[in-house]
């Protein structure tokens, strides 16, 4: 019966083969599919595929202040986790309208 360390070892070369074998069957799916692509002039838009994302959806788009701390110039955008001058600001009694730009 083989070891633990010789099941794991086993494990971690069959993993590797696996992601070896999906990633040479991804190139050549992705060659056929261009290969038909230019046999029929086919374009993205004749297979419905969007290529464009709408200009809020980016990823690392910027989105507006909607709150700064006038004292420090600190701002936030409203999203994610309330800041921590905001969240020491509100404990102390003001009000998140006082920082709304």
């Known amino acids: 019966m083989p070891s633990l360390k010789e099941?794991?070892?086993q494990k971690e070369a069959l993993d590797r083969e696996i992601e070896?074998?999906?990633k040479l069957a991804r190139s050549e799916a992705i060659a056929k599919v261009r290969d038909l692509m230019v046999e029929f002039g086919l374009?993205?838009?004749d297979l419905g595929t969007k290529t464009r994302m709408k200009r809020s959806a980016r990823p690392?788009?910027?989105v507006p202040v909607k709150y700064r701390n006038a004292?420090?110039?600190d701002a936030w955008?409203?999203?994610g986790l309330r800041p921590n001058?905001?969240?020491a600001a509100l404990a102390a009694g003001r009000k998140i309208d006082d920082f709304a730009v």
């Open 43 to 45: 374009t993205s838009k």
């Open 85 to 87: 001058w905001l969240k």
């Open 60 to 62: 690392g788009a910027k």
């Open 71 to 73: 004292a420090t110039g």
């Open 7 to 9: 099941l794991l070892a």
């Open 77 to 79: 955008s409203g999203r």
């Open 20 to 22: 070896n074998t999906k």
